[in-house]
């Protein structure tokens, strides 16, 4: 299953702050957090148990699931979304 549509490549400095704090997708839209570099936090607002990403490692995100991320150091991540249920 191919996503609809990715982000460019973020890396701690050009993480958009709006992923930095809540957000959620939209309803009917899954997002994958791929590490490519370093570690990173990922939370949610529902008592779903933090991830903790490194490289090989992804976060799924449900639709509209409440989340944010934070780097722990220098990292490298992209997210994708899909408009079902990836595998």
């Given at each position: 299953?191919?996503?609809?549509?990715?982000?460019?490549?973020?890396?701690?400095?050009?993480?958009?702050?709006?992923?930095?704090?809540?957000?959620?997708?939209?309803?009917?839209?899954?997002?994958?957090?791929?590490?490519?570099?370093?570690?990173?936090?990922?939370?949610f607002a529902d008592g779903t148990p933090?991830?903790?990403?490194?490289?090989?490692?992804?976060?799924?995100?449900?639709?509209?699931?409440?989340?944010?991320?934070?780097?722990?150091?220098?990292?490298?991540?992209?997210?994708?979304?899909?408009?079902?249920?990836p595998a």
């Amino acid at each position: 299953m191919e996503p609809y549509r990715t982000t460019p490549v973020f890396d701690q400095d050009t993480l958009p702050a709006a992923l930095r704090r809540e957000h959620s997708t939209k309803a009917g839209v899954w997002g994958i957090i791929r590490l490519l570099e370093g570690r990173l936090r990922l939370q949610f607002a529902d008592g779903t148990p933090e991830c903790m990403l490194s490289p090989g490692a992804t976060g799924l995100i449900e639709p509209e699931q409440i989340h944010w991320v934070e780097p722990l150091g220098e990292m490298r991540m992209q997210v994708e979304f899909y408009d079902s249920q990836p595998a």
